[in-house]
């Protein structure tokens, strides 16, 4: 799955994460800093998984890792700031 953003939707990171906006309707959504780790990832061609991984930093906590990666996939696929290629 690769995953990438609509062209009207801009990606600003900040101190504790980023911001996503949708220069369209004028919405924003805030990231933290780990949602804005598997965001990049993702948009990088990353598999979930392998953000998850990332993420983890071992086994103990992959599949919660991974659970939230698919969780927020489907949350900025479902608001329109994400489109999967």
Known sequence: MMLA???EVVLTETESG???L??????FWRLNGS????LRLLLEGRTPQEA????SGGE???ERALAD???L???LRAAGLVVVR
Not at 52 to 55: C, N, P
């Open 22 to 27: 949708n220069e369209r309707d004028g919405r």
């Open 60 to 62: 103990r906590f992959r």
């Open 52 to 55: 998850a991984e990332r993420l």
């Open 5 to 7: 953003l609509p062209r």
């Open 35 to 38: 949602g804005t780790v598997a």
């Open 69 to 71: 990666v698919r969780g």
């Open 18 to 20: 980023a911001v996503l």
């Open 73 to 75: 996939v489907d949350a």
